[in-house]
């Protein structure tokens, strides 16, 4: 079953949890998160050490990611808030397959992990019914990608490895 489908609704109950208020909310708020990083492909794309194209297809199982940030409200008002978030995290997902030129390899190992650093903005809409606000929001910031594949050349061949890292990627 997948994770998702549990997971939101689990979330969206917690949500609704009367909390207590307070008369002001905090200028400086801090936060840690965790959730489901569902799988999905990539593609690299280079040459072997011999100079040959190389294209290297890799679909990944689900995984988790979790972080941290650290926010700022800007601007409050009867508008609305404008909050800043500087966003530290990190993802983990398991490789289900590997194909090499489009062959499809013996995978022994493989994961991929994934570490960001963000600096995010919202806008959170004024409260309704003096509990609930809806947010809008993004950011910016930058990926470290890290690969770790090891598959069999033949049947009875030796193992390689494929370690890739790539880091200074935008990371949105």
Known sequence: MNRALVFLPVMALISTLPTQASAKDAKIYGGVFIGDRLGEGQTFEGANIAGAPRVIET????????????????????????????????????????????????????RKSITTTMLNVAYDTPKIWDRIRFTVGGGAGAASI???????????????????????????
Do not use: C, F, H
């Open 146 to 172: 890290d690969y770790d594949i090891e598959y069999n050349v033949a049947a009875a061949g030796p193992r390689i490895q494929i370690p890739t890292n790539a880091t200074g990627k935008l990371a949105l």
């Open 59 to 110: 679909p990944t199982k689900d995984g988790l990611v979790g972080g941290a940030m650290i926010g700022v409200v800007v601007a409050d008002a009867n508008w609305g808030r404008i909050r800043t978030e500087a966003e530290l995290s990190a993802g983990k997902n398991d490789i289900r397959s590997l194909t090499l030129n489009g062959v499809q390899r013996e995978l022994l190992n493989g």
